[in-house]
């Protein structure tokens, strides 16, 4: 689990009733906030989708033959710009 940030980042989002209820409902039985159990469940699917991603991530790294310059997207166009030794 990713360590817990001294500071936090508001969002805003619409859950519909009855999942608002259930998370009322595991939150009591956990003894925890619905906001510590949002937290949570958003933090395992972050970590699902990392870690999902990673063979991918890796192949196309593979696929992608290094360069000692980096790319940059402008308006649509890749332009390569010099890394300085």
């Excluded at 805003?12 to 949002?38: C, H, W, Y």
């Excluded at 063979?55 to 166009?77: F, L, M, N, Y």
Aim: proline letters at 5%.
């Amino acid at each position: 689990m990713v360590a817990a940030a001294k500071t936090k980042v508001l969002r805003s989002v619409f859950l519909d009733p009855q999942m608002d209820e259930i998370l009322r409902q595991v939150a009591f039985r956990r003894n925890t906030s619905k906001g510590d159990l949002i937290r949570t469940y958003v933090e395992r699917g972050l970590e699902a989708d990392r870690e999902a991603l990673l063979p991918q991530r890796e192949t196309a790294a593979k696929a992608v033959p290094s360069s000692r310059g980096r790319s940059k997207t402008q308006g649509g166009t890749t332009r390569k710009t010099a890394v300085p030794a």
